[in-house]
């Protein structure tokens, strides 16, 4: 279970948090968006006499204090103060996967994300504490918080998703001829009212703040802006994911007992059509969420549709299990249910979205 080392509040900074369900949307709410005599900042933060010890990055690669009005010294304590179990903050309750409210989602459905609750996911979800963790397809362990995919003030992305994630560029602002700042976003979404340009901070006008209607319990995910395929969630992914989008076959140790040879990754960022298999694909009752072209979302996919991370993946966690040949010791060898959850290298079910290969079985039809 997560430690419970929670985070100490004054109640007169947590009436500013406790709003209703629903308030506190990705890139405004509590999370930005404020005027200029905002008493927002006063929730979270103290200029002069911060006791917590949670730090953020500067440009120079820097730590510096995030001055939290907190006792904690981990940063996904604090997240979990609105975003936890027991939390009133937010209705989006990430650790155990839940929307607790109705406006913005289906009450009591899972998350789009998924869970990082032990008891709900086992270990199958992305390190959130601070250790760290190998992100396979990629050269290194990479210490993993909230904070190390999302912005808490916001980004030109999608669900708050950081611009610059392990030192790469996956989103931003461009400065125009005369000076102004244009979003850049990699990653967008076909909820109501989103702005297919991405989220331009602070000066989004009122009226577009007000279209904005996000679901947290219906994946409605966008291709890329504009349709790019060096962009989109899959791309944004292999920021630390390095070999899994659009890099083609690459040699590497996958830590399998393959050795040192060439890999072949699935396409991502790709329409189903580009599939020319001896049969179509079984889509007309698609179990998994694909993105479809800015504007045009409907439960339904068609060929045009994108594959993509998100497809197939839970970005916080899954539930779902492994076992048989989606469970061996040894790729070399395989022997169903000699693994753990997995196949090498790893020790988890990869967060897939359906039990066992459910999710190649969803659209191969074998």
Same mark, same amino acid.
């Given at each position: ?7 100490l509040v ?6 500013? *948090?406790? +709003? $209703? ?18 008493h ?9 006499t911060a ?7 500067n440009?120079?690669? !820097?730590?510096?204090? @995030?001055?939290? #009005?907190?006792?904690?010294d981990? +940063?996904y !304590? ?5 975003h ?19 406006? /913005?989602?289906t ?10 609750n032990?008891?709900?996911v086992g270990n199958?979800?992305?390190?959130y504490?601070?250790? $760290?963790?190998t992100?396979?397809g ?8 909230c ?8 980004s030109?992305?999608?669900?708050? +998703?950081?611009?610059?994630?392990n030192?790469?560029?996956?989103g ?8 102004? %700042?244009?979003?850049?976003? /990699? ?8 702005p ?9 006008? $009122? ?5 904005? !209607? ?20 899959? @791309?944004?992914c ?11 076959p ?7 007992g %393959? ?21 179509? #694909?079984?889509?007309?009752? *698609?179990?998994?969420?694909v ?7 409907? @439960?339904? $996919? ?7 991370? *998100? ?6 966690g ?15 060898d395989? !022997? ?15 967060? #897939?979205? *359906? ?8 659209c191969?039809n074998?």
């Open positions: 279970m997560r430690k419970l080392s929670i985070v004054a109640a007169s900074a947590l009436s500013v *948090l406790l +709003l $209703a369900p629903g308030v506190a949307l990705a890139n405004f709410g509590i999370h930005g968006g404020y005027t200029m005599d905002t927002t900042c006063a929730g979270c933060h103290r200029a002069h006791a917590s010890s949670i730090t953020w990055t440009a120079a690669n !820097e730590q510096r204090s @995030a001055l939290l #009005l907190s006792a904690s981990e +940063l !304590e604090f997240c979990f103060t609105c936890g179990s027991a939390a009133a903050g937010a209705a989006t309750n990430v650790y155990d996967g839940v929307y607790e409210a109705s406006e /913005y989602g009450l009591g459905d899972d998350l789009n994300s998924g869970a990082f032990e008891d709900v199958n979800h992305h390190t504490d601070g250790t $760290a963790e992100a396979w990629g050269d290194d362990e990479i210490v993993m918080t904070g190390s995919c999302h912005d808490v003030h916001g030109s992305n999608y669900r708050l +998703l950081k611009d610059v994630v030192g790469v560029d996956v931003g602002y461009v400065e125009t001829a005369d000076g102004d %700042f244009l979003p850049d976003p /990699y990653v967008i979404s076909n909820e109501p009212g989103y297919e340009d991405g989220w331009l901070l602070h000066d989004a006008g $009122a009226a577009q703040i007000a279209a904005y !209607e996000p679901n947290y319990t219906t994946p409605m995910y966008a291709t890329a802006p504009d349709n790019d395929p060096e962009k989109g969630i899959s @791309a944004w292999a920021a630390c994911h390095t070999r899994y989008h659009g890099t083609g690459t040699q590497y140790d996958a830590l399998d %393959f050795g040192d040879v060439m890999r072949y990754p699935h396409p991502v960022n790709v329409p189903l059509s580009n599939y020319l298999g001896a049969r179509a #694909l079984n889509i007309s009752n *698609l179990t998994l969420p993105a479809q072209e800015f504007g045009t979302w409907t @439960a339904a $996919a068609g060929p045009n549709d994108w594959l993509d991370c *998100l497809t197939c993946h839970q970005s916080h899954s539930d779902k299990q492994m076992g048989g040949f989606a469970s061996v010791a040894d790729a070399t395989p !022997e169903p249910d000699t693994g753990d959850g997995s196949v090498p290298p790893g020790s988890k079910n990869a967060f #897939l979205r *359906l039990d066992n290969r459910g999710v190649c079985e969803a191969h074998k």
